[in-house]
Each structure stands twice: as structure tokens, then as C-alpha cells.
């Protein structure tokens, strides 16, 4: 059946049988916008318009563009429409993303009316925004001048400013940035389309609207639907936007321009990235080098066949740990990690990209260039062996049949695989299509072995000369030549200021200021669409399980099912071991490295690359995790603020298969459980090595995470546990065991063997071993007996002793926790690292054990994030983002900043935060419907789209934890039922906990130094 409209003609009709999907391709008459209708059975529901975008410069235009077409627009009135929609729908998905040549905006929904409000408000922001009238919108997101009085030294501010200096701080982002640019040097890529901080100022009011004028027209633009929603409907709403405009030039404008591959020999080049002058407690500062060698593959489009033969032999060389170049390179000892990832293949034009980071010196750095082509040229030579190949074709084919993509809607994975050609005026299902460049690909590797694979490496990266080696070397003195440069180029500004101009800028400073803390007038607010308590569930969704406990089945084991109605095929198999018999402090620490070990260094007769294609050939992946859980002791009322003393503690290897592979499956994972190779001194060091610089990175680029670790650490013995293993604290525990691991290897070898030993005690292991399993009724049969056989091949007596009671006992870990944290200082750390900008952190306990915590606390704790934080930290404060988190089964509430240029003013936001939430508190009992939005985006929250997998996994952990369903359905009733009055309560225990709650930062020396000249003392340690 088709569906046409007047104003549509319909270009193209295509199945994708693939994903069961019916797509029509439209295009608007008047407006010559197209429009891809996808048509499917997924009540998460998607939209998306795109346009092509390409900068000419690194002021970051299209980036700034992106933040301001949400704030504000003809019919949606307020300063921020999209915080509101933040703040009060059930949207599953809200965000727009700048690409090197295009912007993104993306919404979906499970709730119809929900989706077409989002949908308005999207469509009307692109169109017709603020921003293009209004100087203060770039002024605010983009930048601005800042001054307060005419002494004062001028500043920069700006959200995405500050946000791309925290890019521009972290060396990994450095590196991908110049590696791009070295490629390109002739087109729109060799360009930042996020923006260089340094180049962001140029950009002024005037050039922002002409760029939105140029490329937001709808004849530039691409725009999608896909899910269960009426098609007809879809086209109605968008021709009342699209009748406004006539076609124009726009796209032939937009077109992306082509690199021709014309290098004639590879380029060299070197880069400074930023480094600590001091170095980590008085360690000489790190010297090593970043690198990485990159290839322009193509400068015509790739036939599908081309391009399933890099995707695979992308996974053959870099896919996996024991992938022939990941391999090398990590064995070769020339440096820590891995950079470049491979294969990227989401522009016009495909590149490759490999290195690798703390490399000692140029001399190193040239040898591993060396190895790379030593590597590539054996391949080329030898080819891959039939059980590479097997493995790698198997693991890409599983991911693109399972089709996977997390909370992350489906609709919207294949809008950004449609947009691969789409944008580039390709069909847009082209390259959704896989079965048929598969089915080819096979024929040949069954005719010609690996020829195919040879060809590829010669002609994409030997003997092609488009390529730019690219070197990071380390400045102990970039941070703060970045800081002069700024300092300088501000000051010469100010100094060519006339004293009117002066007068100008803090008068516009304080009216941006006064203009983002007012409130949005009620006309305005009235013309956001919302939802109201009516349109919402109000059951709590629960998902099918069915547990056999170890005393109803013969193998001692607890076995969880959870049967969905389709999994397509796929059985997803979690077993997990118990860990509570490890100790907390010689033990518990090196369970990173031991799964690691466990899961990529081999197992029984298999080396590393034997069980790697092992994985790959019968199975979708296994992985292992850490699962540590808080439980709701017996007897004790649910809603009660929990102590923490009890909990489970596992180890889980998750992974899936198809079910016919299912039996091979179980067998891997037994494997691994019962005889890993612990016994590689080469793997763990290469595995530490690695571990020491990914945290290092994630501390400068993600570093609120690590602050929040480390707050909870604080308060809560399981937080404390946390931090333990993943934590700031953790990177020291890295570099101690790489020492043992280098200096006195049997010692911890005989550690890493007393773990596998305490896991599997004969005793007690059957009865902490937990199978968890998903699949369909078909799965389900077909597995049935491959869990026996499993079940009974499993190590430990099925008759054995019980281990202890954790729904009753207190957990030996948190017994240890808690006496540590007895003697452990609670005080305000800062953690000293190079950046440019900081992560600000404060926390503390909002509810004493055995208090009552009711569903309005996260109606409450989310008004305080997409509100108050929202406004105050990153509208105001120009910090990137804002927010809290409030953990109600400990009652631990902390405050968090994310690449925030301030530090002390920060904090004295936080500690505002319970009075004006008083304030609120007062506005919103005059208000019923700003409550009704809070409350509104608070079940948004609790009713994401998931995944199978993530559906048995979940109701695992929810039956683990102790939970009942009757407290779930309670906790939802009280979040519908938040008053005005629960707002205050929160409040004030938000103003109790002012006194006894504590900072930590992750910032820079010389922000620490300011901070504390403004009365913001914290004990500091060096960490970078
Ligand atoms: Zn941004």
C-alpha cells in the first residue's frame, strides 16, 4: 500500500529486507526537501532532520549553530525550549550532533502525542530560531566578552568556547583532531567543524546568521521518520513547514567536495600536546609520545563489495586484541595503548587510522611506523588464515543481524547507516543492504582464499601514498602558553577598547547575566507543548522471569529465565560467579586485571588468538563484568534508606549466540572460568600498561566521573569498594602492580592463581553461581539441553555448602570498607592534572539509614539537574554541563560539573542550590503544571526502550537486589503523587547537608591556586 500526499511526489520504494523495513522516499514539491519514511513495528519512534553543513574554518560555526537553533524559536517562545522538553516529556532519545559536514537533529519517542510535540518543536527550531535575531543566543552559546567592572581583566566565555577547550586539553582528542586535518588539507574535513578555541572568537554575529541562512533551507536538508506511527500524518505535519519555502541553490552550495589522493609521499608531521610540568609526586613528568599513521582510501565512492572488504578486513587487523596489527603493536613493547581505532568509514571519503601512545622518543616512534608496514606487507604476503577469516566474517555478520544498539534507538541506528550515502545524494537504503555484498564476498574467499583481503592492503594502504604520519610530542609548557596566548590577545583587546566600548561590555555582561537568571514569562512557557499526568502509564513495566533456586534443580546452581516474546533467533547467556570469599584489599583490587586476563589471554589448550576465534566464530561476543549490587535485607521496609552492609558481589561473563551455537557458547565459558592463562607475564603487562593510560585520559577528559567515584568513596562503603577498583586511587593500584608485574612476576601470578582458586572452592562456588538466560520459546527449546549438560560439566559439588546469607549477613567487604573509611580523612581534595578546564564536585549523605525515601526525591533530585544546575553551571557559569545524581537506595546525593571554567563559583552554586530550591518550592505550589512537567520527565526516565538482552538483565538485577514489584509500583505511584511540599522537604535536607558534605575537583594548578585566594582550600595531589 502506498501513501501519497499532493504535496509529495514519492522518488523511490524500497524493502530493506534486512530489518523488516518499508521505506518511501518523498520529495517535497515546493521546497524540494526529501524525506525518508521507514515504516516498521518499533513503538520507539524517530525523527530526524539532517543537513549538510560544511565549514570553511575552525570557528566552529555549524557547532554553535547546533546549541542555539534549541533556544528559542517563532512559535516555541521561551529562552529554551529544549531544556524544557528535557525537563518535562518522555522522550527516549533528544540531541542534535555536529559532524565535519553535516548537523543532526534527533528525537524519538514512545508516546505518539509525545513524538509529534518533539517533532514541532525541532522542526520549528531549525527553521525559524532566535538565534538569527537575536545577537545574545551566540553570544551565550557561541562566545563572549565577559566583565564585571572596568578594572578587571576581560574574559572569554561561552558554552561551546569552554566546551572545546576541554576538547582541546585532552591529548587523545588532540591527536584525532590533527590526524584528520593532515588528510584533508584541500576540503572541508582539513577543518574543526567543533571549533579550535583559539579561532572560535573570529567568528562574529553576522557571519552565525549567514551560515544558518545559507544551509538551513529545506532543499539542504534530509529528514526521517521511522517506527509504527501514521505515515500520512508524518507528511502532513512537515508540509506545513516545507510550504514555506520555495527550492533554492542551497544543496548544490552544500555539496561536499572530493580530496583527491595526491600525496606523493607520505607527510610527517609533529604536534605538541599538554603534559604536567611537575610530574606525580615528585616522579620525573612523563616524556612519551603520542602517534599515529593515517590513510585517505578512496577519492571515488567504494563499490558495496569494496566496502564489506574493509569493514572485514578492518576486523582482521584491529578488531580484536589478537587481530594481527592490534597484536603487534601492543606485543612490540614500543608503547602503552593503542590510537586511531581503524577504520572510519561515516564521511564521504573512508581513512584508516593507527598508532600507538606512550611511545619513549622519536626514535621509537619511527620504529613503530616501521612496524606497521612490516606488518601490513607479511599480510600482504601470507594473507589471513581460513580461521581468521571465519572468525571475523561470523562477528560482523552476527552484528548486523542482531542489530543491537543498546538504549540507543533502533530507528535512529539506521537513519545514521541510511545518512552513510543519503547525504551524499546516494539512495538512502543502499547502505543498509548486506545480505547480497555478504553472499558475494563468501563466494570469493571459498574461490581465492584471503586474495581479496592481500588486494585491499596493497592497493588502500602500501601502496597508496596518501598518508600522513602524525607525532604528538609532550609540552610541559602548552597549557600555560594557551592561557598566556589567551591572556594576551584579551588584554590588547581591552587595551584598544575606548571607555565607552568598555562601559559597553560590562553592561552587556550583566544584561546576558540577567537575561539567562529571569524567568521565562507564562505566555512563553504557555507555548511549549506538553503532556499531562493523564497521557502516562502508570504501572511499571516488568519483564518476564522465572527463577529455579539451587535447592530445585540437581546442579546446586540458581538458574533465572527470563522469556521475551522475540529475541530473533539469538539466546543471551549471563553466568556469573561469587566473589565474595576474595579480600578487599590484597584482592578485590586486582580483579580488573584478572577478568581482562581471564577474557583475552587464552584458555586450556587455546593461545590467545585460538580462543579470540573461538569467540568469533561460533558466538556474538562474550564479555566479562563486575557486578556488585545493593540488596534489601529481609524483613527490613523497602523504602527505607539503606546501610549498604548488604550486598552480592559477582563476576559475570555475558555473551550470545545463536541458538544452534549456543552449546559452544557454554563450552567457551567454562573454558575461561576453569583453566584462563593467567600465567602471560607479556599479556598482564601490556594490560596494565594499557589500563594506566586509558585511566590517565579518562581523568582529563571524563574526570567528573572519577570525582563522583571518589565523593562516594566517602559516604558509602560499596562507593568505597568502587573506587577501590576503578577509581583515581585505582591508577596508583596500576602503576604498583606493573611494578610487581615487571619486578617480581611469580608473586603476583601467585595472587592472580588464589582468585581463580577462592572462586571456584569446591565447597561453596555451585552455590553462588547465577545462570541468567534470555531468549524466546523457540531459543528456549532449542538450548535446553545444552544447559544441562553445562550445568552438570560445571566445577564444585552440586550438594555443597552454602555460602553465606547476604540478605541477612553483612558482606565481608563492606565489614573491610567500613574500617578503612573509619580512619580515612573526610576533607575537600583537589586532583591536579593538565586541562584547561575543571571538574567540579561536591556530595554528602541526604538521608540517614532507615529513613524513608519517597519517588518524589528523583521527580525532585531531576528538577534540580535540567533546572537550577542547567541554568546556573552551564547557561550562566558557560561550563559544558551541570548536573546531580542522587543514588536512593544509600540516600548519597552529590553535585557534578563537566569541563567547567570555573572552580570556586561553582561550588558557591552548589551550595545555593537548597534555598532556591525553596524558592521553587513555593512558585510550583502556585503552579500545578510546571509540577506536572517535572513529574512528567521523571517517568520519562523510568520508561526507556531497551534491548532483550538489556530486558534480562535488568530483571535480573532487580530480583538480585530484593526489590518487589509492589516497591517498584510504589515508588512510580510516589513520583506521580510529588507535591509542591515534597520539593521543600528535599530542599532542606539539601540545606542540612551543607554542613557536613565535601568537595573533590579535578582541575588544573593554577585554577586550584585561584580557588583557593578565594577561600576554597583542598588538600591537592598530584595525579598527571
Ligand atoms: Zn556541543
Given at each position: 500500500m502506498e501513501t501519497t500526499h499532493p504535496s509529495f511526489e514519492v522518488l523511490q520504494k524500497d524493502v530493506v529486507d534486512e530489518y523488516g523495513a518499508y521505506c518511501t522516499l518523498y520529495r517535497h514539491?515546493?521546497?524540494g526537501a526529501e524525506l525518508l519514511s521507514v515504516a516498521n513495528e518499533d513503538d520507539n519512534k524517530v525523527f530526524g532532520i539532517t543537513f549538510r553543513t560544511p565549514p570553511s574554518d575552525s570557528t566552529g560555526v555549524p557547532h554553535i549553530l547546533e546549541h542555539s537553533v534549541l533556544c528559542g524559536s517563532r512559535k516555541y517562545k521561551t529562552k529554551d525550549p529544549f531544556v524544557q522538553l528535557l525537563q518535562g516529556s518522555l522522550q527516549t532519545f533528544l540531541n542534535a550532533f555536529t559532524y565535519p559536514d553535516r548537523t543532526c537533529y534527533v528525537v524519538a519517542s514512545q508516546n505518539t502525542k509525545d513524538f509529534y510535540n518533539l517533532i514541532n518543536v525541532y522542526t520549528d527550531a531549525v527553521f525559524y530560531p532566535r538565534a538569527v535575531s537575536d545577537p545574545n543566543v551566540h553570544a551565550q552559546e557561541g562566545w563572549h566578552y565577559e566583565l564585571e567592572n572596568p578594572e578587571d581583566e576581560l574574559t572569554y566565555k561561552g558554552v561551546v568556547y569552554n566546551e572545546m577547550k576541554g576538547v582541546y586539553s585532552s591529548p587523545d582528542s588532540l591527536l584525532t583532531r590533527e590526524c584528520q586535518r593532515s588528510l584533508f588539507p584541500?576540503?572541508?574535513?582539513?577543518?574543526d567543524s567543533g571549533g579550535d578555541p583559539r579561532v572560535?572568537?573570529?567568528?562574529s554575529f553576522e557571519q552565525f546568521r549567514e551560515f544558518h541562512q545559507k544551509f538551513y533551507h529545506p532543499a539542504n536538508s534530509r529528514i526521517y521518520f521511522a517506527g509504527d506511527d501514521d505515515v500520512i500524518k508524518r507528511l502532513e505535519i512537515m508540509d506545513e513547514y516545507l510550504n514555506d519555502f520555495e527550492d533554492n541553490h542551497s544543496r548544490s552550495e552544500s555539496m561536499i567536495q572530493w580530496q583527491q589522493k595526491k600525496f606523493t609521499e607520505p607527510k610527517h608531521e609533529k604536534h605538541p600536546y599538554p603534559v604536567s610540568a611537575n610530574g606525580t609526586d615528585g616522579e620525573a613528568p612523563p616524556s612519551t609520545h603520542m602517534m599515529c599513521v593515517n590513510w585517505l582510501l578512496n577519492d571515488k565512492p567504494l563499490t558495496s563489495k569494496e566496502e564489506i572488504v574493509i569493514t572485514i578486513l578492518d576486523h582482521l587487523l584491529m578488531g580484536t586484541s589478537s587481530s594481527t596489527l592490534r597484536k603487534a603493536l601492543i606485543e612490540?613493547?614500543?608503547?602503552e595503548a593503542i590510537t586511531g581505532g581503524g577504520l572510519s568509514d561515516e564521511l564521504l571519503q573512508a581513512t584508516f587510522s593507527v598508532g600507538l601512545k606512550g611511545v619513549k622518543g622519536s626514535d621509537k616512534v619511527k620504529e613503530v611506523e616501521q612496524l606497521i608496514y612490516s606488518t601490513l606487507e607479511r599480510v600482504a604476503n601470507e594473507g589471513f588464515t581460513d580461521d581468521a577469516i571465519a572468525a571475523s566474517m561470523n562477528t560482523i555478520e552476527f552484528q548486523l543481524r542482531e542489530f543491537n544498539t543498546g538504549s540507543f534507538p533502533k530507528g535512529l541506528a539506521f537513519m545514521l547507516g541510511s545518512m552513510s550515502k543519503w547525504l551524499y545524494d546516494n539512495s538512502p537504503t543502499e547502505a543498509l543492504k548486506f545480505e547480497e555484498p555478504l553472499a558475494d564476498l563468501k563466494k570469493d574467499i571459498a574461490a581465492n582464499g584471503s586474495q581479496v583481503f592481500k588486494d585491499a592492503i596493497n592497493t588502500f594502504l602500501l601502496q597508496n601514498t596518501h598518508r600522513s604520519i602524525v607525532e604528538m610530542l609532550p609540552s610541559e609548557t602548552f597549557e600555560e602558553e594557551l592561557l598566556k596566548e589567551e591572556k594576551q590577545r584579551l588584554a590588547s583587546v581591552k587595551a584598544n577598547l575606548k571607555q565607552e566600548e568598555i562601559l559597553k561590555i560590562i553592561e552587556s555582561t550583566s544584561m546576558l547575566k540577567e537575561l539567562q537568571a529571569a524567568e521565562d514569562l507564562p505566555e512563553a512557557m504557555a507555548t511549549i507543548p506538553k503532556l499531562h499526568l493523564g497521557d502516562l502509564k502508570r504501572e511499571v513495566t516488568e519483564y518476564p522471569i522465572e527463577v529455579i533456586s539451587p535447592s530445585e534443580n540437581d546442579f546446586g546452581v540458581t538458574i533465572v529465565k527470563h522469556e521475551l516474546v522475540s529475541t530473533s533467533g539469538i539466546a543471551y547467556v549471563d553466568f556469573g560467579v561469587d566473589?565474595?570469599?576474595?579480600?578487599?584489599?590484597?584482592?578485590v583490587p586486582l580483579l580488573p586485571l584478572f577478568s581482562k586476563l581471564m577474557k583475552e589471554a587464552g584458555a586450556g589448550e587455546y593461545d590467545d588468538v585460538a580462543l579470540s576465534r573461538r569467540i568469533g566464530t561460533y558466538t556474538g561476543g562474550i564479555d566479562l563484568s563486575l557486578l556488585s549490587s545493593v540488596l534489601h535485607p529481609e524483613g527490613v521496609d523497602q523504602s527505607e534508606c539503606l546501610s549498604g552492609d548488604h550486598m552480592m558481589t559477582k563476576l559475570f561473563f555475558r555473551g550470545k549466540a545463536t541458538s544452534d551455537k549456543t552449546g559452544e557458547l557454554f563450552s567457551i565459558m567454562k573454558l575461561m572460568l576453569t583453566e584462563p592463562r593467567l600465567d602471560s607475564q607479556s599479556k598482564a603487562l601490556e594490560m596494565l600498561r594499557e589500563s594506566k593510560a586509558r585511566l590517565e585520559a579518562n581523568i582529563v577528559g571524563a574526570g567528573h566521573q572519577y570525582v563522583n567515584t571518589r565523593l562516594r568513596s566517602r559516604y558509602d562503603p560499596a562507593g568505597y569498594i568502587q573506587e577501590k577498583m576503578g577509581g583515581i586511587s585505582y591508577l596508583n593500584t596500576v602503576k604498583q602492580l606493573l611494578q610487581q608485574a615487571e619486578e617480581d612476576w611469580p608473586t603476583l601470578l601467585k595472587r592472580l592463581e588464589t582468585i581463580r582458586v577462592k572462586i571456584l572452592d569446591e565447597s561453596t562456588c555451585r552455590n553462588g553461581i547465577v545462570l541468567n538466560l534470555t531468549g524466546d520459546e523457540h531459543v528456549f527449546s532449542a538450548i535446553d539441553p545444552y544447559i544441562k549438560s553445562f550445568l552438570m560439566d560445571?566445577?564444585?559439588?552440586?550438594k555443597g555448602k552454602q555460602l553465606q546469607n547476604f540478605y541477612m549477613d553483612v558482606h565481608p567487604w563492606i565489614a573491610q570498607a567500613k574500617e578503612h573509611m573509619k580512619s580515612q580523612q573526610v576533607i575537600d581534595e583537589g586532583f591536579v592534572v593538565p586541562t584547561q578546564v575543571s571538574y567540579v564536585g561536591k556530595a554528602g549523605k541526604l538521608y540517614e539509614v532507615g529513613e524513608k525515601i519517597s519517588g518524589s526525591s528523583a521527580v525532585v533530585s531531576r528538577y534540580l539537574k535540567t533546572g537550577y544546575l542547567w541554568d546556573y553551571v552551564r547557561v550562566i557559569g558557560g561550563a559544558y554541563g551541570g548536573f546531580c545524581t542522587f543514588s536512593p537506595d544509600v540516600g548519597y546525593f552529590s553535585y557534578l560539573s563537566y569541563r567547567d571554567p570555573n572552580l570556586s563559583k561553582t561550588i558557591d552554586v552548589y551550595d545555593n542550590a537548597s534555598s532556591e530550591l525553596i524558592k521553587s518550592a513555593e512558585d510550583l505550589a502556585q503552579n500545578p503544571e510546571a509540577l506536572e512537567t517535572a513529574i512528567i520527565g521523571a517517568v520519562g526516565d523510568m520508561d526507556s526502550a531497551l534491548g532483550p538482552d538489556q530486558k534480562g538483565w535488568i530483571s535480573l538485577q532487580r530480583w538480585l537486589s530484593g526489590e518487589t514489584p509492589e516497591q517498584r509500583q510504589k515508588w512510580r505511584d510516589e513520583v506521580l503523587a510529588t507535591t509542591a511540599e515534597d520539593f521543600k522537604e528535599f530542599a532542606q535536607r539539601l540545606e542540612a547537608m551543607k554542613q557536613c558534605s565535601t568537595a573533590a575537583v579535578v582541575s588544573s594548578k593554577s585554577a586550584f591556586e585561584t580557588a583557593s585566594k578565594e577561600g576554597k582550600q583542598m588538600k591537592l595531589v598530584e595525579v598527571l
Open positions: 514539491k515546493r521546497s584541500d576540503t572541508t574535513y582539513g577543518v572560535i572568537p573570529n567568528l612490540s613493547n614500543l608503547g566473589l565474595s570469599l576474595l579480600d578487599l584489599e590484597t584482592e560445571l566445577p564444585g559439588a552440586a
